[in-house]
């Protein structure tokens, strides 16, 4: 899993692994085809746009926005020929403001468009900006959506005698086992723990109640997983 930069974020909301996630609505004969691509990077976010301009060329607008980050420091719109500030904008304040649980917004990591193919009747721009927004509300309503945490790996040094009884004590107290390791005079058990400072301190003392004090961890990097709700 690829290591990520540091963030005051341990975690997030983002989409599920897998294909484009699409859904339609059709607004005074309007019709609005929102795509949603889980993007990493801001490449991959705009490659969205290229990609669905292909696709429906003969549409009149392809209307972007994109949060990246487990932070969300990275935030764009485009209205693309649409009154300025009644597509991008209201697309962007939809994913940033979505609530992922009571109170919670999180979500990231998402790159929307919305294609229209315009149906002959004008909307105004209060209309347009309240068809954009809803667009991208209905799509995250049916949207496959996972938890991003950032987890900080951390060695166990046993016997080899011991590695397989620990282990399995590990496991039932509900612990995230990472890659084992076998060295020539010891096991490296891996456990995956919350990157936080307490979540740590607790995983050591029970550590050490396991094996009389006789392991302890020793904290190497982070990894971001992703965890179904």
Same mark, same amino acid.
């Given at each position: 899993?690829?290591?990520?930069?540091?963030?005051?974020?341990?975690?997030?909301?983002?989409?599920?692994?897998?294909?484009?996630?699409?859904?339609?609505?059709?607004?005074?004969?309007?019709?609005?085809?929102?795509?949603?691509?889980?993007?990493?990077?801001?490449?991959?976010?705009?490659?969205?746009?290229?990609?669905?301009?292909?696709?429906?060329?003969?549409?009149?607008?392809?209307?972007?926005?994109?949060?990246?980050?487990?932070? #969300?420091?990275?935030? +764009?719109?485009? &209205?693309?020929?649409? %009154?300025?500030?009644? @597509? /991008?904008?209201?697309?962007?304040?939809?994913?940033?403001?979505?609530?992922?649980?009571?109170?919670?917004?999180?979500?990231?990591?998402?790159?929307?468009?919305?294609?229209?193919?315009?149906?002959?009747?004008?909307?105004?721009?209060?209309?347009?900006?309240?068809?954009?927004?809803?667009?991208?509300?209905?799509?995250?309503?049916?949207?496959?959506l996972v938890q #991003?945490?950032?987890? +900080?790996?951390? &060695?166990?040094?046993? %016997?080899?005698?011991? @590695? /397989?009884?620990?282990?399995?004590?590990?496991?039932?107290?509900?612990?995230?086992?990472?890659?084992?390791?076998?060295?020539?005079?010891?096991?490296?058990?891996?456990?995956?723990?919350?990157?936080?400072?307490?979540?740590?301190?607790?995983?050591?003392?029970?550590?050490a109640a396991m094996?009389?004090?006789?392991?302890?961890?020793?904290?190497?990097?982070?990894?971001?997983?992703?965890?179904?709700?």
């Amino acid at each position: 899993m690829a290591e990520q930069e540091e963030s005051r974020a341990t975690a997030y909301t983002t989409l599920a692994l897998g294909d484009d996630f699409r859904h339609e609505l059709e607004i005074r004969r309007s019709r609005f085809i929102t795509v949603l691509r889980r993007a990493s990077d801001e490449d991959s976010a705009r490659a969205l746009v290229a990609e669905l301009r292909k696709e429906f060329h003969d549409a009149r607008h392809h209307c972007s926005a994109f949060v990246l980050g487990p932070d #969300r420091a990275i935030q +764009r719109s485009n &209205d693309d020929g649409e %009154p300025s500030g009644t @597509a /991008g904008i209201p697309m962007l304040e939809a994913l940033i403001k979505r609530e992922t649980l009571p109170g919670l917004t999180d979500l990231s990591d998402v790159s929307a468009v919305v294609v229209r193919y315009f149906g002959g009747i004008l909307l105004g721009a209060g209309g347009l900006v309240r068809a954009y927004s809803e667009s991208i509300s209905a799509a995250l309503d049916s949207a496959p959506l996972v938890q #991003r945490r950032r987890l +900080r790996i951390c &060695d166990i040094p046993v %016997p080899h005698h011991a @590695a /397989g009884r620990l282990e399995n004590d590990l496991r039932s107290a509900g612990y995230v086992m990472a890659e084992t390791s076998y060295e020539p005079t010891e096991t490296i058990l891996r456990v995956a723990l919350p990157d936080d400072a307490n979540a740590i301190a607790d995983a050591g003392e029970r550590l050490a109640a396991m094996t009389g004090g006789a392991s302890g961890l020793q904290l190497r990097g982070t990894e971001w997983v992703d965890v179904q709700a």
